[in-house]
């Protein structure tokens, strides 16, 4: 990218030629406000602005994590957290290919490589689309049976290894990958080790329903295709909840077919969709209502973390 390079174009000729036809009061009102608007295009979209920018950014980075490492956390201000996550974060956007040096992305496209090291081992696996549907069941397998009959074969019954503490259990496959650093900054200095790291491992069209978690999630994609589409906590009431204690972070409408018969005021909700591919990580804030869908044969990494 050179220095003339924008990463969004605005017509800034053709704009300021539209002025000529609006009043005279207005054009001079907005004259101003075009050339500044253009000034700033130039330098935010420059390679020289954005590379100095990415220089305090690692520079401030380096800082804070001096700062948090030359004691006990407790005796650090909390204020160095916030700024160092804020950093994290930040790259992590930037750099949407953060983990694309896991081994996983490439071992664990291999059956044979997932059938070695974990097939003797049993897994719960869920059948059905989704928990909120009455056919919906919970086995007992072994990984090499649902890695045969729900992955490698095109069966019609679906199964879902979803939300399995797998790592724990095969402590093996978690040499594949690491912890995103963004993870280690929890709020109390209590739980400094509670990160939950979770498999979700199946075929196409598994479906976890419209609902929220109360923690920080980082949801890292290894193989495969997802779409995730979001909606914030203040859509709560849209999105018509279950009145019940053990789905009450769950939410009755279904987003890719809406009911609006049933659930009228979800025509109001407002959301963002996502499109997750190998070495993409989506962040999803405590409390953010979110629906996934495996486009394909999928397998992702959640870190839970408060």
Same mark, same amino acid.
């Given at each position: ?14 704009? @300021? ?27 935010i ?38 700024c ?128 929220f ?51 009228p005021?979800?025509?109001?909700a407002?959301?963002m @969709? ?11 804030p ?6 996934? @869908? ?13």
């Amino acid at each position: 990218m050179t220095c003339s390079d924008s990463i969004i174009t605005v017509p800034w000729e053709s704009l @300021t030629k539209e002025l000529e036809y609006i009043p005279i009061e207005i054009r001079l009102h907005l004259a101003s406000i075009i050339n500044i608007l253009q000034s700033s295009d130039k330098q935010i979209t420059s390679e020289k602005w954005i590379n100095t920018s990415l220089i305090r950014l690692e520079a401030c980075l380096d800082r804070t994590w001096e700062v948090l490492n030359s004691g006990y956390w407790k005796n650090v201000p909390i204020e160095y957290r916030y700024c160092y996550s804020l950093c994290i974060i930040i790259k992590v956007l930037k750099y949407l290919g953060c983990i694309h040096h896991w081994k996983a992305l490439t071992l664990w496209k291999n059956p044979n490589y997932l059938n070695k090291i974990a097939g003797s081992r049993t897994v719960p696996i869920e059948i059905g689309s989704r928990y909120t549907e009455e056919d919906w069941t919970q086995h007992l397998v072994n990984f090499s049976e649902f890695l045969q009959k729900h992955v490698i074969e095109n069966n019609s019954e679906i199964g879902y290894l979803a939300q399995h503490q797998l790592f724990e259990q095969i402590p093996e496959l978690k040499k594949d990958f690491e912890v995103p650093e963004y993870c280690c900054f929890l709020d109390s200095e209590e739980n400094d080790a509670e990160i939950d790291i979770n498999a979700w491992f199946g075929p196409a069209n598994t479906v976890s329903p419209l609902h929220f978690d109360p923690k920080n999630n980082l949801l890292s994609q290894i193989f495969g295709y997802k779409r995730v589409i979001l909606y914030s906590p203040a859509e709560t009431n849209n999105l018509y909840p279950y009145d019940t204690r053990l789905l009450n972070n769950t939410a009755q409408v279904d987003p890719v077919r809406p009911d609006y018969d049933k659930w009228p005021n979800f025509r109001k909700a407002s959301g963002m @969709t996502f499109y997750l591919k190998p070495g993409e990580m989506l962040y999803i804030p405590p409390k953010w209502w979110h629906h996934v @869908t495996a486009l394909t044969p999928s397998f992702s990494v959640s870190f839970w973390w408060n």
